[in-house]
């Protein structure tokens, strides 16, 4: 962010004004400077006010009234260098005092003001400018703040302008922006769609899929009950048959674990599976599986060990098939 303080630039601008001291030599007269007026303080104008007294350096008294063509240069250097602004116009001269704006005719660039020292020359009409040229301080430099190059140490671009669009770019493998909120409230509130090639969790969240048993289908042309009355699905037909249902997960998630609820009532055991169907391939791979063995009753089997736990809906298709050697004896 970028700031302009009114009251500090005018307060150094007295301080400065009140300092300098300009004497010609080999010339015809003696530029002797005094200090300012009070300038206002609602002026913002990017100006440098100026007041100097001319005098016959042979007689030591005021020069006659009138305009004189004055030169007004910033330089570089306290000798030669290079100058960097220049302004020529008419300064009226009453009792040999004048009052001026620098950067009234010519507009003061406050790039010059970036930090480096500056000097002021000054030469009236055809004379040689006097010397030595006066080091500028503090005021000027309150110029730049209109467009300073640093805030807190870090440059204009670090910040976000918050009346227009902004894009941040960055290069490096950190993120580029990082918001943290202490309190109980969000740590961004939007307004409007957010788009974005992709949401990566600092820590992986946790989600359940759970699939009803009205979700399941007979893997063959037998007789089936699936009902929401009990809550469950089975086959009404002797010897082996499966029930099958289709799962559905976002591309790239990753499976941890596969639980399976059912009621063992056969003299056969069961087996549930999850697995996945090639697109191109064909064929089951099986990913996870749980089994009841001997004793009947309600079961609740658990499988950790996911083989190819990420999904991958472009290659292959998932689902569940529940397997019973017997599902009616």
Known sequence: MRSSRTFPL???????????????????????KRSSQSSSAAAITPVIPYQGRLLDPNTNTPKADGSYSMTFRIYDAASGGTALWTEIKDVTVSNGLFSTYLGDTTALDPAIFNGSERWLGVKVGTDAEAVPRMQLGFAPYALWSANADTLDGQDSTAYVNTTGPETITGSSASPILTVTQNGSGAAIEAQGAINADS????????HTLSITAEAFQPGSNVNFFNTYGTGGAYVNAAGGHALVAP???????????????????????????????????????????????????????????????????????????AYSTAWDS
């Open 199 to 206: 949401i990566t969790y600092n820590t992986p969240r946790s």
């Open 247 to 321: 799962v559905y997960l976002p591309d790239g998630a990753v499976v941890t674990k596969m639980v399976a609820y059912f009621n063992d009532t056969s003299t056969g055991d069961m087996t549930v599976y999850f697995h996945r169907l090639s697109h191109t391939a064909g064929g089951f791979t099986i990913l996870a599986q749980v089994s009841s063995s001997g004793t009947g009753g309600y079961y609740t089997r658990t499988d950790t060990t996911i083989s190819s736990p990420t999904i991958n809906n472009v290659g292959g298709g998932y689902g569940i098939y």
């Open 10 to 32: 005018i307060r150094f601008i007295l301080v400065l004004l009140a300092a300098l001291l300009v004497t010609a030599t080999g010339t015809a007269l003696r530029l002797e």
